[in-house]
């Protein structure tokens, strides 16, 4: 048999386009194995600590405030304080601090947020409140019992 050089190359591209074809269906065909992300947690301790020029111990517990009204505050609370970044309120309203119980009914004011240097702060005993563990700053225009606009939150 004579086989000339375009009978050799035909044949060469066949061998070449199935073992390709070959390799691709078996990493096709292999389990791949996805990484699962690890959830990072997000913590701003550090910023509002510089903020407030201010450091909050490792050993105390804390919870970060999370903003639950669509704007950009954020916050952090101890058994001893609060430290909130949010904006200044419009005239004739102001921040206040509540303790939240564990059926989410019983509501104790701890105040309302005074300035400070880098944001807004409130000092309060939390030994007094063991049983409740929700920690809720509120945008208010009248100060009484109840609890009018809800604008960051955190849970012990």
């Known amino acids: 048999m004579n086989y000339n050089r375009k009978d050799i190359l035909v044949g060469l591209v066949i061998v070449v386009v199935v073992v390709l074809g070959v390799l691709l269906f078996k990493k ?10 690890v959830p990072q947690e997000i913590s701003f301790k550090n910023d509002i600590e510089d903020s407030f020029k201010f450091d909050i111990p490792d050993n105390v517990k804390t919870t970060e405030l999370k903003d639950v009204s669509g704007s950009n505050g954020r916050g952090i609370a101890t058994s001893t304080e609060v430290l909130a970044d949010i904006e200044d ?5 102001f921040y206040e601090a509540w ?3 564990s059926n ?9 947020l005074r300035i400070a240097k880098g944001g807004w702060l409130l000092e309060y005993e939390g030994s007094k409140y063991p049983e409740y563990k929700k920690i809720i700053i509120s945008l208010e225009k009248v100060f009484d019992s109840n609890l009018e606009k809800r604008i ?5």
């Open 28 to 37: 096709l065909k292999t389990a791949k194995v996805l990484s699962t992300p």
């Open 99 to 101: 303790l939240q119980g």
């Open 104 to 112: 989410n009914q019983d509501l104790i004011s701890l105040g309302k």
């Open 89 to 93: 309120p419009v005239t004739g309203y």
């Open 152 to 156: 960051l939150e955190g849970t012990f």
